[in-house]
């Protein structure tokens, strides 16, 4: 996942900061993430649970559209130290990929650990299979240089689940 310093840190601190589980969205262009849209989420939220404003996801992306940016995928803090993606993360991220237009074929699921980290988690699909993989996280500052993108996290190629 290639993400714009800015923006790496402005989830980070939205997200990292709240009494309970907390999220948004993110687009961009190019395959570089350049936009975040914070949600507290609908209902309350807990410590356990992220419920997402999909009106607000959807309004926002609509108007991503007007600007060509892309969406790229939806993150959430996790108030334990779980590094890992829950079983019902899975399961929501499934129902997200599989109503997402064929011609998306992966989409970004990061999550917010309190101690401010992001983890990053790509989702893949083929016509057969979702995958779920741990993906490297390289910020990009702005007008960078190729030469100067700084690896945040290491990366795990092998799938971590497989879906479907």
């Known amino acids: 996942m290639k993400i714009i310093e800015d923006i790496y840190y402005k989830i980070i601190d939205k997200c990292s900061c709240s009494l309970i589980e907390v999220g948004g969205i993110i687009g961009g262009k190019n395959n570089i ?6 949600d507290k989420g609908i209902g309350g939220g807990s410590k356990q649970h992220y419920f997402p404003d999909i009106e607000k996801f959807n309004s926002c992306i609509k108007n991503w559209q007007k600007e060509n940016i892309e969406f790229y995928g939806i993150v959430h803090s996790h108030f334990q130290d779980t590094k890992e993606l829950s079983f019902g993360d899975t399961l929501y991220i499934q129902e997200i990929m599989l109503a997402m237009p064929e011609y998306i074929r992966y989409l970004y699921f990061p999550i917010i650990l309190p101690q401010k980290e992001l983890v990053s988690f790509k989702v893949m699909r083929n016509e057969i299979e979702i995958n779920i993989i741990n993906d490297n996280v390289k910020i990009i500052m702005k007008g960078a240089k190729k030469s ?9 190629k092998n799938p971590l689940r497989t879906l479907l």
């Not at 993430?33 to 914070?38: L, R």
């Not at 100067?148 to 795990?156: M, V």
Request: proline share 0%; net charge negative; hydrophobic share 20%.
């Open 148 to 156: 100067e993108k700084r690896n945040k996290t290491d990366s795990n």
């Open 33 to 38: 993430i350049t936009e975040f849209e914070f």
